[in-house]
């Protein structure tokens, strides 16, 4: 079985900061990318950053300069380090892994069960 398991949100004031941690688990034989999605209510799920194996990183537009995404490959997690917050950032925060399981014969994305993240005074 694979897991993939979020930490870190919570109730934040704007310009504060937030980090989020993820980790995969379990029999994976590799993982290629990873990153964090967000959605809000009402609103469809978007690619927040994204990570390669490499380290090579990509950024929604609204939060670059202000997110940082990282990642250890040996212990198979990533976190993303939120700064500036603004309001418009409140949204369940998902974490994604690009993966081949141990007994499967394919590539999967396998999905964290979310994280709340809201910014507000």
């Known amino acids: 079985q694979v897991q993939v398991v979020e930490s870190g949100g919570g109730l934040v004031q704007p310009g504060g900061s937030l980090r989020l941690s993820c980790a995969a688990s379990g029999s994976i034989v590799r993982i290629n990318d990873m990153g964090w999605y967000r959605q809000a209510p009402g609103s469809q799920r978007e690619l927040v950053a994204a990570i390669s194996r490499a380290g090579g990183t990509n950024y929604l537009d609204s939060v670059k300069g202000r997110f940082t995404i990282s990642r250890d490959n040996a212990k198979n997690t990533i976190d993303l380090q939120m700064n500036s917050l603004k309001p418009e950032d409140t949204a369940v925060y998902y974490c994604?892994?690009?993966?081949?399981?141990?007994?499967?014969?394919?590539?999967?994305?396998?999905w964290g069960q979310g994280i709340q993240v809201t910014v507000s005074s």
């Open positions: 994604n892994a690009f993966l081949l399981p141990r007994n499967g014969l394919t590539w999967i994305d396998h």
